[in-house]
Structure formats: C-alpha cells, structure tokens
C-alpha cells in the first residue's frame, strides 16, 4: 500500500482565513468609514434644520407684527371714516334746520376723506409685507422639513451600519449606502431651494 499522500490543509485553512480577514477588514473599514460620513452629513443637516426653523420662525413673528400693524391702520382708517360721518352728520343737521353749515364741516369730512385713502395704502402695503414674511416662512418651514426628513433617514443609515458591521453582512451596508445616498440627496435639494 502506497504511503498516504499528506496535503497541507492547515496551509490551506490559513489561506482562507488571511483571505476572510482581508476581505473582512476591508468591509469593515468601508462601512466605518461611509458610517462616518453620513454622521458628519446627519450633523450637518440637523445644523441646517434648526437654522431654517429659527428663520421660519422669525419670519412668522415678522408676519404677525405687520398684520398687527395693518390692523392699527385699518382701525385709524376706521375712526377717521367715523370722524367724516360725524362732520357729515353734523353738516346734515344744519342743513336740515334750514342753515347753512359752517364750511369746517365739509372741509375736514374732506381731509379726513383724503387722510383714510393715505392710510389705506399704509395698511395695504403692510399686508403685503406680510404676506412676502408669512410666505418665506412657509418655504423656510418646507425646508426645514427636508433637512429634519434627511436627518432621520441618515439616522437609519448610520443604523444599518452599525449592524452590518457586527454582522459583517455586505446586503445591510449596501441598504446603508442607499439609505445614506437618498439623505444625501434631500439635503442637497433643501439647500439648492
């Protein structure tokens, strides 16, 4: 009987352990390192969503100080709309009496005709600058939401990372790097707009 060939299989298991090291080290360090990347972007996107907020914020504020101003010059239109009714029903009066009215009456219920237009486009302009605070609020708001939406999907990503690379499982990271891609994506298209 011929002697048993003797093959190296320890030297053979060796390879392929130095092999799955490799190839393992090398995941590992690709899923650190996209981890990190998409935590830098997460930071950087929830900067920008309290950033964006904040000015929505202020904007809003903006809006309600003009609409409360407009109101104060709808209110002074108002009372001199009253005080030109009463020079006009005091004008009636004398008149109705059969005399003449004196001519203060029709010259302020004139004034103050011509004071009302000039506060009318006072309060009208002020509507419209708060209609223009109110709108960037409203887009600066519709920001933020992107950058908050971003946030959570890089959350997740960094998440998956995290698993993929204690389970060392290439189809979780490659779910990571969607994951990570797509809030990518959305803080791009918040900070384009």
Not at 11 to 29: N, P
Not at 85 to 103: C, D, H, M, N, Y
Not at 164 to 187: E, F, K, M, P, Q
């Amino acid at each position: 009987m011929p002697e048993e060939m003797e093959v190296g299989t320890e030297k053979v298991d060796e390879i392929v352990h130095e092999a799955i090291e490799r190839e393992g080290a090398w995941l590992l360090k690709a899923i650190a390192l996209t981890t990190a990347l998409f935590a830098t972007l997460a930071a950087l996107a929830s900067l920008r969503a309290g950033a964006t907020v904040n000015e929505a914020l202020m904007r809003k504020s903006e809006a309600s100080r003009l609409q409360a101003e407009a109101a104060d010059q709808w209110a002074y239109y108002q009372a001199k709309g009253i005080k030109t009714a009463v020079q006009e029903a005091s004008r009636t009066a004398w008149l109705a009496i059969g005399k003449e009215p004196p001519a203060e009456f029709k010259a302020a219920a004139k004034r103050y005709g011509e004071e009302q237009r000039e506060i009318e486009k006072i309060a009208r302009q002020k509507e419209r600058e708060r209609d223009a605070k109110s709108a960037e609020g409203d887009q600066l708001f519709d920001q933020h939401h992107r950058y908050a939406n971003s946030v959570a999907i890089f959350q997740i990503a960094i998440t998956l990372g995290a698993v993929a690379a204690l389970t060392r499982v290439r189809l979780v990271w490659i779910g990571s790097l969607i994951l990570g891609l797509s809030g990518t994506a959305l803080v791009l298209a918040a900070w384009l707009r």
